[in-house]
């Protein structure tokens, strides 16, 4: 059995590291089943997933390329006074962007 031992603070600040609710799931999860290779799988993937965050990184990517291809020049930002949202901050050259094209 292989137990990945980890601490359950950061040594700069002390706080909690966001896996070690994971890591504890999977070590109790370890210790107390006798397959724990097909039992805690789940368990498993899941601090694996968190440790790697190749789900997390998969997605920012599949977002950064769709605003990539609309060519999202600023993202709304909410007004909690008025209650509605505001345009962000845009380039200078944004009017070109929604100009209607010459035809030649």
Same mark, same amino acid.
């Given at each position: 059995i292989l137990l990945i031992i980890m601490e359950p603070f950061q040594?700069?600040?002390m706080t909690t590291h &966001?896996?070690?609710t994971y890591h504890t799931?999977? /070590?109790n999860?370890? *210790?107390s089943e006798e397959l724990s290779t097909r039992m805690c799988f789940e368990e498993t993937e899941d601090w694996i997933e968190c440790k790697s965050r190749r789900k997390h990184r998969a997605f920012f990517n599949f977002l950064r390329n769709? /605003?990539?291809k609309i060519q999202l020049y600023s993202l709304p930002k909410y007004d909690e006074g008025t209650d509605s949202f *505001?345009?962000?901050v845009l380039p200078k050259d944004v009017d070109s962007y929604f100009? *209607? &094209?010459v035809e030649q």
């Open positions: 040594a700069v600040n &966001p896996c070690y799931r999977m /070590t999860c370890i *210790k769709e /605003t990539d *505001k345009d962000g100009d *209607k &094209p």
